[in-house]
């Protein structure tokens, strides 16, 4: 046995030497095309670095990434930028889809205006925020808070089921789990009913979504579209470019948006965290017609001939209900969304001027916070001011280059007077949400990262007080610092050596990807 053993052992060295041997052979006989082809590579590297600082519009961090992986990775740097890093802004959209969701939006806004009774009076930031994205505060809302998975997903459920004419969803992440079968249930029985069901999901987000849920859905009558579906090399270097909204709307009474994806994890069931913390908003009110605005916006994406447009504003009376004799609420609401081809970043300015309003306090919870020089330098300024800043960020991460890359920025927070808060370490927290001074907050799928304001299509909302809303929302941030550790300044200095290593590197290139 033991001579078998040492002969098999010689057997597998003897392989290993003679393929060590035709390597050296193969690098001795084309050495020189490897150089040749090597100067070349090294050479576009460089022609595409001095394209990134001369003509390249994006901001200086992704540039900065950019050039240092075609420098120091430049076959997989020039792969990389291939495939997902292209300036979105660059691409080429059909007029026709232009002009539709051009349309769809000078739709609802004038609706708005016919209506101006339900058009708060603008303060100083709604009215910048307008000025931004051509979207009014409105007022006469009904939000209700959904903390936690399962009761998000159930009251989502109840809606569903409730639908009388139409459902429209949009989500990035769909799964095929227990939580992906049961919307696809509901979604099915809803059109064997013949009601509308119009189902969209992100081709890279849902990349896991069966395609016998999909073949079911459709079998069943129920309308699907696949929001940029990798289909063609020709769209390979679209991939970085996706849709990261979650939107529903039923009836055009009822929307749901907020943090929460369709899986088992979000609802609740998950196994890798002992709890998913998320936050998710019922939204009833005239702010529901800006939601569907920018659902059919996004439905009509790549859609080049007037039919779908043309349904939507013929019947825009039952797809853009607005009713104002009889108020559903009290809050006041501005829906604002915005993705990677508008020529201007809506939403992170938005964000920064909802900073830069900030008198005493600003609070955020964000699972992913990467900010650009700019929105990082708009926060650890309100802080070095005297404001009181306070971050609550996981302290387990769940892809380990944006947590690393999260963490990366705390020593430039913490220098500024910034109070960190480092989440339970056994649960995940994915919501997205900031208050200011108590009387503003925003909640949506924003995350405070660059993805979120250069590289995806997102969708925010802003609250303004005096609000029942906020103040539940303050009860939640309470709720969520009681569950997370302060970080020390002297304590985060004494983290090792290798997990500086693994923030330094991905706070480098985690804004490319």
Not at 83 to 105: F, H, S, T, Y
């Amino acid at each position: 046995m033991e001579k078998t053993m040492i002969k098999n052992k010689l057997q597998q060295y003897k392989i290993l030497l003679i393929l060590l041997i035709l390597v050296a052979v193969s690098l001795i006989v084309f050495l020189n095309q490897i150089i040749y082809a090597w100067l070349i590579v090294e050479i576009y590297a460089f022609l595409l670095c001095g394209y990134l600082v001369i003509f390249d519009q994006r901001e200086a961090t992704s540039k900065i990434a950019w050039i240092l992986a075609l420098l120091f990775l430049p076959i997989v740097g020039i792969i990389l930028y291939y495939l997902i890093g292209r300036e979105p802004r660059l691409r080429k959209l059909p007029k026709q889809q232009v002009a539709n969701e051009r349309n769809v939006q000078q739709t609802v806004l004038k609706i708005l205006q016919e209506h101006s009774e339900i058009i708060h009076a603008k303060h100083d930031l709604s009215n910048e925020i307008f000025h931004l994205s051509e979207k009014y505060p409105t007022k006469d809302n009904q939000l209700t808070l959904l903390k936690e998975g399962d009761e998000a997903f159930t009251a989502l459920l109840q809606d569903i089921k409730q639908a009388t004419h139409h459902i429209h969803l949009f989500y990035y992440i769909v799964k095929g789990d227990e939580t992906g079968e049961e919307l696809t249930a509901a979604l099915i029985e809803k059109a064997r009913q013949g009601i509308e069901v119009r189902f969209m999901y992100d081709s890279v987000g849902s990349i896991a979504f069966p395609n016998r849920l999909l073949d079911a859905l459709r079998e069943n009558g129920v309308e699907v579209r696949t929001y940029d579906l990798l289909n063609s090399p020709w769209l390979s270097n679209k991939a970085n470019w996706r849709n990261h909204r979650k939107i529903v709307v039923i009836d055009g009474k009822i929307a749901h948006t907020g943090g929460m994806n369709i899986g088992n994890e979000y609802s609740g069931r998950g196994n890798k965290f002992s709890y998913w913390r998320d936050t998710n908003v019922r939204i009833e009110g005239p702010s529901v017609l800006e939601v569907q605005e920018c659902f059919v916006y996004d439905w009509l994406f790549l859609d080049e001939g007037t039919e779908t447009i043309g349904h939507f504003i013929k019947h825009q009376d039952t797809y853009f209900p607005l009713k104002t004799d009889t108020p559903k609420g009290s809050e006041i609401v501005q829906v604002i969304y915005g993705g990677p081809y508008d020529q201007e970043r809506i939403i992170k300015d938005s964000f920064n001027d909802l900073i830069g309003k900030a008198v005493d306090s600003i609070k955020i919870a964000m699972p992913y916070f990467i900010p650009d020089e700019e929105t990082l330098g708009a926060l650890r300024r309100a802080a070095r001011c005297g404001i009181k800043v306070q971050l609550v960020i996981p302290g387990k991460g769940d892809r380990g280059i944006s947590f690393h890359g999260t963490n990366s920025f705390i020593d430039d927070l913490l220098s500024a007077g910034v109070e960190v808060f480092i989440y339970d370490t056994t649960a995940f927290i994915h919501c997205k949400y900031m208050i200011v001074d108590d009387v503003v907050a925003t909640i949506g799928s924003t995350n405070f990262d660059i993805r979120s304001f250069y590289l995806n299509h997102e969708l925010s909302m802003f609250i303004y007080g005096p609000s029942r809303t906020i103040d539940e929302l303050n009860d939640h941030f309470a709720e969520d610092l009681a569950h997370a550790k302060r970080v020390k300044k002297e304590e985060w200095q004494r983290r090792s050596g290798w997990t500086k290593v693994k923030e330094k590197i991905s706070g480098l290139f985690v804004p490319i990807l």
